[in-house]
């Protein structure tokens, strides 16, 4: 009976400790870049969370920020990583058309939009939905 419950709270443990980890080498991504997207053809929270998906498992991505209202997406990545047509191609392989807005490092993004709230990544935690 003890010994089931060590079992388990090591199972427990191991989990809690992989998901720390697994968190960690996401976060880990610093972005120095930030891409605007126009994406139409979202109609709720599911494609939402696709389009998200999509960008977030590419390599070298920092941040993903997708609002439906707006039909707008905000990537914070590294430029060495990844390239922005990569970004449009993965959402666009899901059938939605995507447009890139706009590229710009993480100096001239704070700078033209100087009310988005960033992540604590540093990249673009941009909360779309105040526009
Ligand atoms: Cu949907």
């Known amino acids: 009976m003890k010994s089931k419950i060590i079992n388990i709270t090591l199972v427990i443990l191991v989990i ?4 720390a980890l697994a968190f960690l080498i996401r976060v880990g991504v610093r972005g120095d870049t930030v891409a605007v997207l126009d994406i139409s053809g979202m109609t709720c929270g599911s494609c939402v969370a696709k389009v998200k998906n999509a960008i977030q498992t590419k390599q070298g991505i920092a941040s993903v920020d997708v609002d439906i209202g707006s039909g707008r997406a905000v990537v914070g990545y590294a430029a060495a990583k990844v390239k922005p047509a990569a970004i449009t191609a993965a959402v666009a392989g899901l059938g939605f058309t995507c447009r890139l807005v706009e590229v710009s490092n993480l100096a ?3 700078s033209r939009h100087p009310n988005m ?3 604590q990544q540093g990249a673009a935690g941009c909360d779309c ?3």
Request: charged share 25%; no cysteine.
């Open 117 to 119: 709230a960033f992540g």
């Open 16 to 19: 809690v400790a992989l998901s």
């Open 129 to 131: 939905s105040n526009k």
């Open 108 to 110: 001239e993004f704070k």
